[in-house]
């Protein structure tokens, strides 16, 4: 794989690991979870 695609694909996963923590985190505190949005 290219450097590019590294780049891209940590960019991805750090991005999906911080949608996860959102909805762990706004599941117990609803109104953090809307004022992200």
Do not use: A, C
């Not at 794989?1 to 909805?23: A, D, E």
Request: hydrophobic letters at 35%; proline letters at 3%; glycine letters at 8%.
């Amino acid at each position: 794989m290219s450097r590019k695609s590294v780049l891209r694909n940590k960019i991805y996963g750090t991005f999906i690991l911080n949608i996860g923590y959102l909805r762990e985190f706004g599941s117990n505190n609803p109104d953090f979870l809307f004022s992200t949005q």
